[in-house]
């Protein structure tokens, strides 16, 4: 079974700092994995994703994450944080043999101090 | 245009009565599905349309039906309100052909509160 781990309820980072949300993740096969953001009040919006090839991959807003398939995680990563990045970030992982269910963490709450 | 558009945004009312919540989208996607995110923001999901076939029906009481009379509507009916059905139900859409990696497209949700 799939399934998703995000060890913080809340990353608290001083803006200007480069900041990490850390995920780790459980499936069977080969890994589709996502990240998302949700401010307050609104929908989910997609931010990046890893399918395949270079580990590194970016995103909107200067976001990007690496995918370690040893260590089976993917990190959230920005390296100069803003203040309006304060938000919920879900990290999410789809099995690619699992056809259409995306499962997602718990979330992390991001809060960046001017 | 909003791509993926719930309806309404906000729904209040009393154990033991009937709600509907609407869905659409426009981005000419074949997949859909309904998300609770209860009070932790923890998100399930619950089901799943795949050019209007039911594809996923995670464990979840029989009171909530949806449908789905083509693949750009999605609409969520419960019956019998009970207060834990108390959330924010989001609809989401996603394109699911082979090579195509799935990332979904999320509505505004709808907060669900029962009294």
């Known amino acids: 079974a799939q399934s998703v781990a995000q060890p913080e309820d809340q990353v608290n980072v001083a803006e200007g700092n480069p900041l990490t949300v850390k995920c780790t993740y459980s499936v069977s096969g080969n890994p589709y994995l996502f990240w998302y953001v949700q401010y307050p009040n609104r929908g989910l919006q997609f931010l990046l994703k890893?399918?395949?090839?270079?580990?590194l991959v970016k995103g909107s807003y200067g976001f990007e994450a690496e995918f370690n398939k040893s260590q089976t995680s993917f990190h959230l990563k920005k390296p100069s944080a803003l203040v309006s990045d304060s938000a919920l970030y879900f990290c999410a992982v789809r099995d690619i043999r699992g056809g259409f269910k995306t499962i997602f963490g718990a979330g992390t709450r991001l809060f960046v101090k001017a | 245009d909003t791509a993926v558009s719930q309806t309404p945004k906000y729904l209040v009312t009393q154990m033991g009565n009937d709600k509907s919540i609407k869905c659409e989208q426009n981005?000419?996607?074949?997949?859909m599905y309904w998300y609770k995110q209860d009070s932790k923001k923890f998100l399930k999901i619950m089901f799943s349309?795949?050019?209007?076939?039911?594809?996923i029906n995670e464990t979840v009481p029989n009171r909530f039906s949806p449908k789905s009379p083509d693949k750009a509507h999605l609409n969520l009916h419960i019956n019998s309100l009970e207060l834990g059905d108390s959330a924010v139900y989001f609809c989401?859409?996603?394109?699911?052909?082979?090579?195509?990696?799935?990332?979904?497209?999320f509505g505004e949700g709808s907060r669900l509160t029962v009294l």
């Open positions: 349309y795949n050019n209007k076939e039911l594809i």
């Open positions: 981005l000419g996607h074949d997949t």
């Open positions: 989401a859409s996603s394109q699911s052909r082979a090579g195509d990696t799935g990332e979904l497209f």
């Open positions: 890893y399918i395949t090839g270079d580990n």
